[in-house]
């Protein structure tokens, strides 16, 4: 009796041990998705949205002052 009770228990002990490794396995998959999804979002709208540009152009030869080209994200402004 006592080696049926102690094979129940050994049994019962293995099914939870490798009940919670798969839980632990698959929450760890899972984080590890949301991530990774994540992740590539960031990256992809970091790359759509090009920093500013400044940028200066030279002047006309009778003129003294510089032009003034930039680009604020919306559009180049050019300041003459």
Not at 28 to 54: E, N
């Amino acid at each position: 009796m006592q080696n049926i009770r102690a094979i129940f228990l050994l049994l019962a002990g293995i099914t939870a041990f490798v009940a919670l490794a798969l839980l632990t396995f698959s929450v760890t998959l899972a984080v590890g998705g949301i991530l990774t999804v994540l992740m590539v979002g960031r990256a992809l709208s970091m790359k759509m949205k090009p920093a500013p540009i400044r940028a200066t152009a030279k002047a006309k030869p009778r003129s003294g002052e510089t032009m003034r080209i930039w680009n604020d994200g919306r559009g180049t402004i050019i300041d003459l």
